[in-house]
């Protein structure tokens, strides 16, 4: 079989990468139909931004990672649909513009024209016939679209709200994307502005978000995160009555059981009782000094940073505890915020942090009613193991059956109810910015807020000269006559365009289903399309999207799934999280730190099957890892290895012997750790497998043909090329994944050591469950062995099966 020894060309990765890749675009090789005779998979990478700097080695970890996924499923026989697209809409592009004066159109078509060369030079499995653009006035057709169906169902609204606004970048902000009080883009320190804004309700759907995560597999933080963001939080509103008036002063509590240790109120400082009671108050210049200085304060350096607590007490106002008819003042502190619960509290210094530090600062009375065996100390916050006392009709009860109770007794005796708060706002929803998907609606002074008729979209970006955000904060559109003046479509008068725009997170909120069917132009996607995709079986992304991009874009597909547009409840059936890739440095990586590696360069230096292989081998998956050069050329190695494999093929048909236990080890691991995110550890075990095969005279096809398609994932080009050299039939992509014998899984024989007189004098192949007498028979017949009991009196054997034959000789 001279043919396999001869000698191959070196390994080139540059000409053979090339070489398959236009293979496989010629071919439509990854280019998924609706297939019924076959089950499907869906894996899903987060689409990137194209920014102006191109693919950072950030991006091919989490897309290496499902092309293994999407490149086993296939030889496994599924029906795979791995997608790629552009989220492109946002402000990066729109600032180029501004600065460089050139269309965002034309940023975005350029950029997208160089992420996409990039991306096909990693050889990533994506059917591009699927591509999609969220500024594809195609696309945000049904971004619009779905705008108006939120509208229509009373989940948009316009509301005149206090929202955070970003003085440099010149946008309001949702919650989200304000980190720490500061911009989440920009860094700057966000200030408060009045505007009117269009908001979605994702709180309708809050208790939703939670729930359904019980039907999901996504890693546990991305669960915890998720519901910690949400916030949902169940307590009672109490009512205390203002003394000497008609009114109440409502008050959020988690601890209504704690009631009879409330020793006064706090109301935050933009609390509405204070206006309406201004007379009653005499000492009411202080309180508008304080509103005054709260004012210059974020919720988060008022709720977060609160550490000196400082307020003023309503002097001519107090309250009356309901419970136990106690009169206790009111006072106003910004530790409390007007934008949860109801603005006000029943302050129990005794067990809250917060109002024990404000009950010593202004020496407020400290009424303890929990206590426990093991801690004297107050506050007493953990009062789970504690006993409830000085609170009447609770005392002696666990904090549980007291907190039932409490709301039991206030309830019936209509002093308030049970309630549940969340942490989660509503979704601000406009920018006043030009590069984003105008929102489809047009104010009639008759009329109000109407949606533009459905068959009037695509609503277009116009054309504009500049994209400068206006001095008033207005978006650009609001400057263009054109845009703005239309028609009411209920009565046909003059009437005004919005030109607000929407967030980036619009597009990315639903672009999975339009990759189902992305021509489509009579609906989002067809319903044969959405009943077999759907849903995303495996969904990786950044961390840094569990709580924005992952929970705007279920809370669209549950109101979806509720117009019964979308077959699931879910959108993900599992989510995963890759870690950051830092520089050399161990820095994030970044142009101004200079540790930024590009991956066009390690493509021309050394392949992109190494890029891949090194991106999987660099670490463990989810966690950070730290880009090392060495590591690259390891894995340029490595793979050099494999490739002159091919010289080793010599005769014989099915496994060798010698390799046959460790083959099927490798099949069993590597198919196992594609699966659990242990990318690293698999490649480990191909490695060792390769160094076996290395040592061997020589190996069978069949072993060689194992190894390729186990590394096929990982090194698509190569692999597809040594499939060709050793005369393979077809292609790799249509082999089928090899499968693992169980029986084959350990070595039925085994070197057993033989000692004598507790000397090891050599060792023999012996069968696991071999008997005494066969052991001793195979250890007299070793020359070595035997000369040391020869013509010695046997007195004792040790013989433990599969691990030791011990003979004592006298
Ligand atoms: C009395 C009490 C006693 C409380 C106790 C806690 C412990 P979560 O779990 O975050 O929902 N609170 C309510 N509204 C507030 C507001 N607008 N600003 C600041 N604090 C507010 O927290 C609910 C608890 O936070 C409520 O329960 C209330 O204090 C406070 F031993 O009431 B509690």
């Given at each position: 079989m001279s043919e396999y020894n001869s000698k191959y060309p070196e390994y080139n990765p540059n000409a053979i990468e090339k070489k398959w890749q236009k293979v496989w675009d010629d071919n439509k090789t990854f280019h998924s139909e609706v297939d019924k005779t076959k089950k499907k998979y869906y894996p899903l990478v987060e689409f990137p931004y194209p920014s102006g700097q191109g693919l950072h080695v950030g991006h091919p970890r989490p897309y290496t990672a499902l092309d293994i996924v999407a490149r086993k499923r296939r030889l496994e026989g599924y029906s795979v649909m791995y997608p790629m697209g552009f989220d492109a809409f946002g402000l990066p592009t729109e600032n180029y513009a501004i600065k460089n004066k050139i269309h965002p159109a034309k940023v975005t078509e350029e950029n997208i024209k160089n992420f996409k060369e990039q991306l096909k030079s990693i050889g990533f499995s994506f059917d591009w016939d699927r591509e999609v653009n969220t500024t594809d006035p195609e696309y945000y057709k049904w971004t619009q679209w779905i705008f108006i169906q939120l509208y229509k169902h009373g989940l948009a609204y316009k509301n005149e709200m206090s929202v955070n606004w970003c003085p440099s970048c010149q946008v309001g902000l949702a919650n989200e994307e304000v980190v720490d009080g500061k911009c989440e883009r920009c860094g700057t320190e966000v200030v408060h502005k009045m505007k009117n804004q269009w908001m979605l309700k994702i709180t309708e759907y809050a208790d939703r978000l939670i729930d359904d995560l019980d039907e999901v597999d996504y890693e546990d933080r991305i669960k915890a995160q998720q519901i910690n963001w949400i916030g949902r939080s169940k307590g009672a509103n109490v009512n205390f009555n203002i003394k000497d008036t008609e009114d109440k002063l409502t008050v959020y509590t988690t601890r209504p059981d704690t009631i009879f240790g409330v020793s006064y109120m706090v109301i935050s400082p933009e609390h509405p009782i204070l206006e309406v009671y201004k007379k009653k108050i005499s000492n009411y210049n202080e309180v508008t000094a304080y509103q005054e200085e709260a004012r210059k304060k974020s919720d988060f350096e008022r709720a977060e940073l609160n550490k000196d607590k400082t307020g003023v007490r309503l002097d001519g106002l107090s309250a009356i505890n309901p419970l136990s008819g106690e009169e206790i003042p009111i006072w106003v502190s910004d530790y409390v915020l007007m934008s949860y619960g109801t603005g006000a509290i029943m302050a129990v210094p005794a067990h809250d942090t917060r109002d024990y530090e404000f009950a010593k600062e202004f020496d407020m009375p400290i009424v303890q009613v929990y206590e426990t065996e093991d801690s004297e100390e107050l506050p007493l916050t953990d009062i789970n193991k504690g006993k409830s006392i000085n609170s009447e009709f609770l005392n002696g009860l666990s904090a549980t059956e007291a907190k039932q109770k409490a709301i039991e007794y206030i309830e019936e005796k209509k002093l308030g109810e049970a309630t549940t708060n969340f942490k989660l706002r509503d979704w601000v929803f406009s920018r006043q910015r030009y590069w984003g998907e105008p929102i489809p609606m047009v104010y009639c002074e008759e009329h109000g807020w109407v949606p533009v008729d459905e068959s009037e979209?695509?609503?277009?970006?116009?054309?504009?000269?500049?994209?400068?955000?206006?001095?008033?904060?207005?978006?650009?559109?609001?400057?263009?006559?054109?845009?703005?003046?239309?028609?009411?479509?209920?009565?046909?008068?003059?009437?005004?365009?919005?030109?607000?725009?929407?967030?980036?997170?619009?597009?990315?909120?639903?672009?999975?289903?339009?990759?189902?069917?992305?021509?489509?132009?009579?609906?989002?996607?067809?319903?044969?399309?959405?009943?077999?995709?759907?849903?995303?079986?495996?969904?990786?992304?950044?961390?840094?999207?569990?709580?924005?991009?992952?929970?705007?874009?279920?809370?669209?597909?549950?109101?979806?799934?509720?117009?019964?547009?979308?077959?699931?409840?879910?959108?993900?059936?599992?989510?995963?999280?890759?870690?950051?890739?830092?520089?050399?440095?161990?820095?994030?990586?970044?142009?101004?730190?200079?540790?930024?590696?590009?991956?066009?360069?390690?493509?021309?230096?050394?392949?992109?099957?190494?890029?891949?292989?090194?991106?999987?081998?660099?670490?463990?998956?989810?966690?950070?890892?730290?880009?090392?050069?060495?590591?690259?050329?390891?894995?340029?190695?490595?793979?050099?290895?494999?490739?002159?494999?091919?010289?080793?093929?010599?005769?014989?048909?099915?496994?060798?012997?010698?390799?046959?236990?460790?083959?099927?080890?490798?099949?069993?691991?590597?198919?196992?750790?594609?699966?659990?995110?242990?990318?690293?550890?698999?490649?480990?075990?191909?490695?060792?497998?390769?160094?076996?095969?290395?040592?061997?005279?020589?190996?069978?096809?069949?072993?060689?043909?194992?190894?390729?398609?186990?590394?096929?994932?990982?090194?698509?080009?190569?692999?597809?090329?040594?499939?060709?050299?050793?005369?393979?039939?077809?292609?790799?992509?249509?082999?089928?994944?090899?499968?693992?014998?169980?029986?084959?899984?350990?070595?039925?024989?085994?070197?057993?050591?033989?000692?004598?007189?507790?000397?090891?004098?050599?060792?023999?192949?012996?069968?696991?469950?071999?008997s005494k007498d066969d052991a001793i028979e195979a250890a007299k017949s070793d020359n070595n062995i035997a000369s040391h009991i020869e013509n010695k009196e046997i007195r004792k054997i040790i013989y433990v099966p599969g691990k030791i034959l011990n003979i004592v000789v006298g």
């Open positions: 979209l695509p609503i277009m970006l116009p054309e504009v000269e500049t994209y400068e955000p206006t001095a008033t904060g207005e978006s650009p559109l609001s400057e263009i006559d054109e845009f703005v003046n239309t028609i009411c479509p209920i009565c046909g008068k003059p009437a005004k365009r919005e030109t607000d725009t929407m967030p980036q997170w619009a597009g990315s909120s639903w672009y999975y289903l339009r990759y189902m069917d992305p021509h489509n132009s009579k609906a989002i996607a067809s319903k044969e399309a959405l009943n077999y995709y759907s849903p995303v079986d495996w969904y990786n992304g950044g961390m840094e999207h569990t709580t924005l991009h992952l929970l705007y874009s279920r809370f669209w597909h549950k109101f979806l799934y509720d117009l019964g547009i979308v077959p699931t409840k879910e959108p993900y059936k599992k989510r995963t999280s890759h870690g950051m890739i830092l520089g050399e440095d161990h820095q994030k990586m970044s142009k101004s730190r200079g540790n930024v590696v590009n991956p066009d360069d390690i493509i021309r230096d050394y392949g992109a099957d190494t890029l891949r292989c090194y991106e999987m081998f660099i670490g463990d998956f989810t966690s950070t890892a730290i880009w090392s050069d060495e590591g690259v050329r390891g894995c340029r190695k490595y793979l050099e290895r494999v490739y002159n494999m091919i010289d080793l093929i010599g005769q014989g048909e099915g496994y060798s012997k010698n390799l046959e236990v460790t083959i099927h080890q490798t099949i069993k691991k590597v198919s196992e750790d594609f699966e659990n995110l242990k990318f690293n550890t698999a490649i480990a075990s191909l490695m060792t497998l390769s160094n076996e095969m290395r040592s061997q005279a020589s190996i069978t096809k069949d072993d060689f043909k194992t190894y390729i398609i186990l590394l096929n994932p990982v090194a698509p080009h190569m692999t597809e090329e040594l499939w060709k050299m050793a005369g393979f039939e077809g292609m790799l992509n249509e082999a089928a994944w090899p499968k693992y014998d169980d029986s084959k899984l350990s070595l039925d024989e085994f070197e057993m050591p033989v000692q004598v007189n507790g000397k090891m004098r050599g060792k023999v192949m012996m069968s696991m469950d071999a």
